[in-house]
């Protein structure tokens, strides 16, 4: 690996000032940041282009479930109005090629490294700096190493018995052949049914001679109402787009969906009907916002759990199925899921739906799999299983802090952030929304880009400083852990085996990891700034 110089002091001991891994919506922009900053900074990403999530999750219908014209970044004003978003939410491949579209505009590609996997990251204590390892033998030095490695990238496989055998093709959704694949007259099996099933199972349906579904839990569904973005919308948006991004920072999730300041429980039966059916026809993740008490009280959710319940007795045509269907648990406990024809699809004879909540998938065996003393064959699986979320890519790096510590050792039990932002033992070593920032209960692109400048500016100011490292302390993250803590347990989010808490990974520790309140988050961590980074120790 080349040596760069740094820009800003001369000859600088490191190959650049920032190492950054992966080229996903936030690394790319802290590359471009960092330029601005005047620091050299280079990327190693895994994949062959940039994109994160938009470049590995490629199977049929991934959409993302926060409108387009929210979904973008705002760093650059030419930027957000010189693109065009098509539909009302964007299907992967649009943001992909907006993803490139942003590497070309602002030069990023010449300090992108692609095929290439960070393997392990040690911090010299000597020298203030850290080596970068790589899996091509190579070895990059850095004053500062930023983690860009994405919430939902490291996928989960279960390990089922027998899984090597099957004769078929198998696919995991976050890892999607780039080519696409063709299941017509196909019988498939998919195992899952979150998000990404629940997006890409209609379309599968429409190709396939048979599909079955696979379902531990169901979960709860919205219609998207997606469609081609309203031109009128476009140009208001556009006109109006600081006010917009404003309006985004007050709110919980960092999108402009207000939520009505009313405990559901306070409205009779039929303003709730009529609010929860308002919501409906919108569309989109919104229908959370319908009441202020929907993930504070249990009886509150209750009664958006039965309006949807109902929704799925009128739409799937067997009523057993639609029993099946129909989730026991809290609405939005797991992150409720934005879908386009998902209840409908199975009404279709090609579509069955298998329940393995009692009896667990036994085996994958050559010709298919079994459970419940049944045998299913395949000729193609899916793995819509999810992902190691939010610690999985940090923790599959061997990353060793002060004292040769390893932070997956010191996260045995949980991880343990700062503002989800650094972790004590471990100076000059960030994260990009990190577990114990608000993240993906949030619009991730606007969290993304309040981390990135946040990021970039303290070690503009550790520089300024003359400091060579920045550290969160052991008080302040033991003080930030037990808040986020604290503020998960007064909500019903610890009440489902949802990957917030890690409880879809065996083995992995159950601990609510995002932080709950964007604006409160916003002000603490411009506050801590303002204090000349208040909980860091600058050396
Ligand atoms: P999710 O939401 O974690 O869904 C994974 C699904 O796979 C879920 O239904 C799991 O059931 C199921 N699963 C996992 N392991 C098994 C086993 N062993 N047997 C049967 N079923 C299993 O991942 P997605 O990719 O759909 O979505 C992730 C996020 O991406 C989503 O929230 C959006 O933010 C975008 P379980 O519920 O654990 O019983």
């Keep these: 690996m080349s040596k760069s110089s740094s820009t800003t002091n001369g000859a600088s001991p490191h190959d650049v000032d920032v190492a950054i891994v992966g080229a996903g919506f936030g690394g790319m922009y802290l590359l471009h940041r960092a330029r601005e900053l005047g620091l050299s900074a280079r990327i190693i990403e895994a994949g062959s282009g940039v994109g994160g999530t938009w470049y590995w999750n490629r199977y049929p219908g991934a959409r993302c479930d926060v409108e387009s014209m929210e979904y973008s970044y705002q760093f650059s004003h030419e930027l957000e109005q010189e693109w065009h978003w098509t539909e009302r939410y964007a299907a992967q491949p649009e943001i992909l090629t907006y993803a490139n579209h942003v590497a070309d505009r602002f030069d990023l590609r010449r300090d992108i490294q692609f095929d290439t996997r960070v393997t392990a990251a040690r911090f010299n204590e000597d020298a203030g700096s850290w080596s970068v390892f ?27 018995k027998g899984l090597e055998s099957f ?34 199972i209609p379309l599968i349906a429409e190709q396939a001679a048979h599909l079955t579904v696979f379902q531990r839990t169901p979960n709860f569904a919205v219609p998207a109402h ?19 991004r404003a309006i985004e920072k007050t709110t919980r999730n960092g999108t402009l969906y207000i939520v009505n300041e009313q405990s559901a429980l306070d409205a009779t039966a039929e303003e709730r009907e009529s609010i929860y059916q308002e919501k409906w026809e919108v569309g989109g993740l919104g229908f959370m916002a319908s009441f202020n008490d929907l993930l504070v009280d249990k009886q509150a959710n209750e009664t958006a759990g039965e309006f949807i319940a109902g929704k799925i007795r009128n739409i799937v045509d067997d009523p057993t199925v639609a029993k099946l269907l129909t989730p026991k648990s809290v609405v939005g406990c797991k992150r409720l899921c934005v879908d386009t024809d998902y209840y409908k699809t199975y009404n279709r004879p090609n579509v069955s739906l298998v329940d393995v909540s009692e009896t667990a998938i036994e085996e994958i065996t050559p010709g298919g799999l079994t459970t419940g003393g049944r045998e299913f064959e395949f000729d193609a699986i899916v793995f819509a299983t999810g992902f190691d979320a939010m610690t999985g890519s940090i923790n599959k790096i061997k990353i060793r802090g002060r004292n040769d510590a390893l932070l997956s050792d010191k996260w045995a039990a949980g991880p343990r952030a700062y503002l989800g932002i650094a972790t004590a033992g471990f100076p000059n070593l960030f994260m990009v929304t990190g577990p114990g920032s608000p993240s993906v209960l949030t619009n991730m692109m606007t ?32 003080s930030w852990v037990g808040r986020v803590n604290e503020l998960a347990g007064r909500t019903l989010y610890p009440t489902c085996n949802s990957w917030y808490l890690g409880a879809n990974v065996p083995g992995k ?31």
């Design 226 to 244: 997606n469609g081609p973005l309203d031109p009128e919308y476009e140009r208001y948006f556009k006109a109006n787009y600081a006010k917009m």
């Design 447 to 478: 969290s993304i880009e309040h981390h990135v400048e946040w990021i970039s500016d303290c070690i503009a100011y550790a520089r300024a400083q003359g400091a060579t490292t920045v550290e969160a302390t052991s008080e302040a993250e033991e």
């Design 509 to 539: 520790p159950r601990v609510f990891m995002p932080y709950l309140g964007n604006p409160d988050y916003l002000a603490k961590t411009a506050d801590v700034a303002a204090k000349g980074y208040e909980g860091f120790a600058l050396t």
């Design 134 to 160: 790589t899996d091509d033998g190579a070895t990059l030095t850095a004053a500062h190493c930023v983690l860009a490695t994405g919430c939902l990238s490291s996928t989960n496989t279960p390990d089922f």
């Design 167 to 200: 004769a078929g093709a198998t696919y995991h959704t976050g890892q999607w052949p780039h080519e696409g694949v063709d299941f017509t007259g196909l019988k498939v099996g998919i195992i899952g049914t979150g998000s990404s099933a629940i997006q890409s």
